[in-house]
């Protein structure tokens, strides 16, 4: 058995394999090797210093090497950078940042967790200028923070709209700056559909942050920003969010196996091609249990469990390794956002056979204070109806929802469990039939065809091409805003204006939210109609999906008037 186990990296995964060797073995020397100042730092937590949420920069460090020593008994040597790795002589090389000096120490085992660095583009103009920044650890938010307030900076750009950068935006504007947040691609927050997300975006536009899409930085100076367009945007300082690449030079160095996704590549064990060295963290490439393919996943979560299995396997305990699913959640203003498993573009590229509910029910009961719309797409697989990932955007509590979904994916779950499951109601907390309940209950009536449905994303063709479409909605609803070529018979008249809607055509139905035009789709069908279909998400999706490209955009409306309640 082991007795010395070396590990580098002193964040999430290195102090939590540390930690956890020490309650397996109280007799190990175990020596942490951290090259910045600061180890076991809240991560997660660095944006929200911007804003006065976290007040003292210092509370962002959660343990310091004293209290590593006194509590655990583990060495941790903060600003010391192992420059080597040597396989042959199970030895590492350190340098003591502060004095020079460069040592050897020699290991039994050896535990990676270097995480990942920010990515700085050589081919943006001005990227390593003094105001430029970036947000991995407690030093660079204290940085960025003293910058802005030593030299009175209004303005500011975000580049990057993933996690970092949508929460540096948000802390950033609660504190009164005014924000250009800029992303190349199509859409803020990769892991959510262009449908979804574009709840996200107005919401951005509206708390006044500049969104800026398909576009990227071509140059960076003084007080400015110069982009791919052409165009100029002002920003006094710059914070580089466009994303991380694993730190693997030392395992490259040291002729560690890397893998296809240029991560790390371990065993189920969290084992590298070394068979005492361990990997564990950001840089390492993990296997996704839903598209069966490697994967790199950046989250403290994963880090954590991945710590304590590979100090398990170290000391012989049994290690089970299901893979990864990646669920993480969001708060950008007043909308919180959450999501696991996969997305529509993932299920695609993964060649799986798939569909989706796309509903929008109350987080809790309408008589209820705080009660909001609840946006919440589900994708299951064709025709096995297996849970494969679900998103949720709404003000109420979107990571409930989101972690039961990420349980049943785990339990290999279906549509018939999630329609069962068995959840907590009061109607302060949700409703009795939860809004996972109730997706599944959609999902089943898709899967089964009891009605045949349309995505928000085709409405507009369907508008532009004069498709017929029916509102169901009462008349004092379709006069406060409706699509343009819509056709109002609302739900009370149906039954008695039968006639006047077409049997040799496609026709559209939609409501404020599905659930009338599904009860109108069930009554037509029941009169004879076959050609019918439920717009997804109805008018609430369809205002939300419209909405910011209408903005940004200055294209002809589809509707006379937005609704977003």
Do not use: W
Not at 117 to 127: A, D, Q, T
Not at 362 to 368: P, T
Not at 437 to 442: E, I, P, R, S
Request: hydrophobic share 40%; proline share 4%.
């Amino acid at each position: 058995m082991s007795n010395r186990i070396l590990v580098i990296g002193g964040v999430a995964g290195g102090a939590s394999a540390a930690a956890r060797a020490r309650r397996l073995d109280e007799s190990a020397e175990i020596i942490i090797f951290e090259r910045g100042p600061h180890v076991s730092f809240s991560n997660c937590s660095l944006p929200f210093y911007l804003s006065g949420i976290v007040e003292d920069v210092d509370s962002l460090v959660l343990m310091d090497p004293e209290t590593f020593k006194s509590q655990y008994n583990i060495e941790v040597r903060v600003n010391n950078e192992v420059t080597k790795i040597n396989r042959d002589k199970k030895t590492i090389v350190v340098k003591d940042l502060a004095t020079g000096r460069e040592y050897e120490e020699a290991y039994d085992k050896l535990v990676l967790s270097p995480g990942a660095s920010p990515i700085l583009p050589n081919s943006i103009e001005g990227v390593h200028n003094k105001n430029v920044f970036t947000v991995r650890n407690v030093v660079d938010i204290d940085n960025l923070s003293r910058y802005i307030k030593e030299n009175n900076i209004k303005d500011v750009a975000v580049i990057g709209g993933g996690f970092i950068g949508l929460e540096v935006a948000e802390n950033l504007r609660l504190a009164g700056i005014d924000i250009s947040l800029v992303e190349a691609l199509n859409q803020v927050m990769a892991p959510f559909d262009y449908d979804m997300v574009q709840i996200l975006h107005k919401e951005i536009m509206d708390q006044g942050v500049d969104l800026i899409l398909e576009d990227g930085v071509k140059k960076i100076g003084e007080d400015y920003i110069e982009l791919q367009s052409g165009r100029r945007v002002k920003a006094e300082a710059i914070v580089m969010a466009i994303g991380v690449r694993p730190e693997t030079q030392l395992a490259r160095e040291a002729g560690l196996e890397i893998g296809e996704t240029g991560g790390i590549k371990v065993d189920h064990n969290y084992r590298t091609s070394d068979e005492d060295i361990y990997a564990v963290g950001d840089a390492i490439e993990v296997y996704n249990r839903l598209t069966h393919k490697p994967s790199r996943l950046a989250l403290a979560g994963p880090a954590q469990r991945q710590a304590r299995a590979a100090a398990d396997h170290m000391y012989n305990m049994p290690v089970r390794n299901n893979g990864v699913i990646g669920s993480s959640v969001i708060r950008v203003f007043n909308m919180n956002a959450a999501c696991t498993g996969l997305n529509e573009k993932q299920a695609k590229q993964a060649g799986i056979s798939y569909d989706f509910v796309y509903v929008i029910p109350g987080d809790k009961v309408g008589l209820m204070p705080n009660s909001n719309p609840m946006h919440f797409k589900l994708l299951f697989e064709v025709p096995t109806g297996k849970i494969l990932g679900a998103q949720a955007i709404g003000k109420g509590a979107v990571d409930k929802r989101i972690d039961v979904i990420a349980t049943l994916i785990a339990m290999d779950g279906t549509l018939e469990d999630l329609k069962e499951l068995e959840l907590c109601y009061s109607p302060m907390f949700g409703t009795a039939k939860d809004v996972v309940n109730h997706a599944a209950l959609v999902g089943l009536n898709i899967l089964n065809g009891v009605f045949k449905q349309v995505p928000v994303t085709k409405v507009r063709e369907l508008v532009e091409s004069n498709a017929y479409i029916i509102d169901v909605r009462e008349k004092h609803e379709y006069e406060k805003g409706h699509l343009i070529n819509a056709v109002n018979i609302p739900l009370s008249e149906l039954r008695q204006r039968v006639d006047e809607i077409p049997k040799d055509r496609p026709v559209y139905l939609h409501c404020r939210s599905s659930q009338r035009s599904y009860n109108a789709i069930m009554a037509l069908q029941h009169m004879g109609f076959d050609n019918l279909y439920n717009i997804s998400g109805s008018f609430l999706g369809i205002s939300y999906y419209e909405y910011f490209n209408d903005q940004v955009s200055g294209r002809n409306k589809i509707l006379t008037n937005y609704n977003f309640e």
